[in-house]
């Protein structure tokens, strides 16, 4: 009898190091630890869940824990407590630093209207040198004063290594885009939004755990586009030049070609180059007076 309970004790005792050796070996991959995470956690295209709640009279939410965590950061406050304090424990002698959880921003992703909530995206980091998991986050929209069952949200964040920053996005529930009495309905006007919000976790902070925003304060998540515009002016080609726009050389003078001299008239004919004894007496007479 106590053979076979020995040898299911070890059967389970070899699955429980298999199983652990399995995750240890996923959670030190380093391609997943480095990825960067952004966990969506959207409200559903259709209100079927909106609508069984409201038949069976279950409300659609419910947000008392956030309520009991403001209550414990005040006292906190009051007691002047600033954060990075050390906890007191009965079985420890000295003071423990434990970790702790930072809320680090609140931004808004996409606003409500008439057909959806609003989705924000909410930045977290674990400042500890040691895993933390299976806590809560919450974000509630209010009108004026939180109530036990303002619209909000709540979800469960499984595991968180050491010193990693999360990225998760969350949305309202569509009732909080009508919120008041009936007759004088507006949208919520404050988001509260609370890490650890179920005080699980135990911090040497705890009051970096909650904000309080307007919603105007909240700003968008902007996403920039970076266009680059070519300023430079490329060269234009070169262009052969054309007939008109050629400018001609100056040429060089040309001297003037000299102009055969013109037979001269017989009266204009010098004297040696008459024959005398060919002339007669009266030619001879006429030379003679044109010539003095």
Do not use: W
């Not at 004790?9 to 480095?34: K, R, Y």
């Not at 079927?48 to 419910?62: D, R, T, V």
């Not at 434990?98 to 680090?104: A, S």
């Amino acid at each position: 009898m106590i053979r076979p309970l020995i040898r299911v004790s070890a059967c389970g005792l070899i699955l429980c190091l298999c199983s652990g050796a399995a995750v240890n070996a996923q959670s030190a991959d380093p391609a997943s630890a480095a990825a960067p995470q952004v966990l969506q956690f959207l409200q559903p295209t259709d209100g079927s869940g909106l609508l069984q709640n409201q038949l069976l009279g279950i409300p659609s939410s419910y947000c008392g824990h956030v309520i009991d965590l403001l209550m414990h950061n005040r006292l906190r406050q009051q007691a002047g407590q600033t954060g990075d304090a050390d906890v007191q424990l009965p079985y420890l002698t000295a003071g423990l630093k434990p970790g702790d959880l930072e809320l680090l921003c609140v931004h808004l992703v996409r606003d409500g209207d008439a057909c959806q909530g609003p989705v924000f995206q909410i930045g977290m980091k674990n400042n500890s040198t040691v895993p933390i998991g299976n806590f809560k986050v919450s974000v509630v929209g209010v009108l004026g004063q939180i109530q036990m069952h303002s619209p909000s949200q709540t979800v469960t964040i499984d595991r968180m290594e050491a010193c990693q920053e999360l990225q998760i996005q969350m949305q309202l529930p569509l009732t909080c885009m009508t919120m008041g009495v009936v007759g004088q309905q507006c949208p919520f006007d404050t988001v509260v939004v609370a890490v650890d919000s179920c005080d699980y976790l135990l911090e040497c902070n705890e009051l970096n755990n909650v904000q309080i925003l307007r919603r105007g304060e909240i700003a968008p998540i902007v996403v920039q586009t970076v266009t680059t515009e070519s300023t430079a002016v490329a060269p234009a080609a070169p262009q052969s030049p054309s007939i008109a726009d050629a400018v001609p050389a100056p040429s060089a003078p040309v001297p003037a070609a000299p102009s055969a001299p013109s037979a001269p008239e017989p009266d204009d004919a010098p004297l040696q180059d008459i024959d005398v004894d060919q002339l007669q007496l009266g030619d001879v007479q006429n030379l003679f007076l044109r010539n003095r």
